[in-house]
């Protein structure tokens, strides 16, 4: 092998070893989850394109799933303090209500998810790809940074606990 060829062999491996060095290093842990009190959590810096979720705690929700019928969704996040903004989306019979929901880009944002008079879920596509079920009567609440989600609108719907079996579907605007 010819010094040339050998020179840029080794230029290639000490790039791809820097690159990974700084992946590592800016990613905290190294993209790796983590377990809080038995609820993974995604590291910030391992997606820039999608929000990261923690689990609430609420006393008034009566069903909290956090899982996709055919996929892992991420935990929503735990978000306290008086910068939150908090939406509430009911579903019934006649649908969700509302049926449009616009936000703002203003930062941690508060979804609270109530079954009026049936079991229903409420699915979220990525980037926001939450996915939570609430009892008849109840509520359960999942949150996202708002400022993590590009501008635009997302659609949301039942998957598997629909009224009168009928998918229904509303859309989340960010502005």
């Given at each position: 092998m010819n010094n040339k060829k050998r020179t840029l062999i080794i230029l290639t491996v000490a790039l791809v070893v820097v690159v990974v060095a700084i992946v590592l290093l800016t990613s905290g842990n190294g993209g790796n989850q983590s377990t809080n009190n038995g609820v993974?959590?995604?590291?910030?810096?391992?997606?820039?394109?999608?929000p990261t979720f923690k689990a609430l705690d609420t006393k008034e929700?009566?069903?909290?799933?956090i899982t996709k019928p055919t996929e892992k969704a991420p935990t929503p996040p735990k978000y306290t303090g008086p910068d939150i903004n908090v939406y509430e989306i009911k579903a019934s019979k006649d649908g969700f209500s509302p049926e449009t929901l616009v936000i703002g880009k203003t930062g941690p944002?508060?979804?609270k998810f109530s079954a009026i008079d049936g079991n229903y879920d409420l699915s979220f596509a990525p980037p926001i790809g939450a996915y939570i079920a609430a009892s008849q009567g109840g509520s359960t609440m999942f949150g996202f940074n708002a400022k993590d989600v590009a501008s635009g609108a997302y659609t949301f719907t039942?998957?598997?606990s629909c009224p009168n079996g009928k998918a229904i579907q509303g859309t989340l605007i960010i502005k």
């Open positions: 993974s959590e995604s590291s910030p810096a391992a997606s820039t394109t999608q929700a009566s069903t909290y799933e944002v508060q979804i039942c998957k598997t």
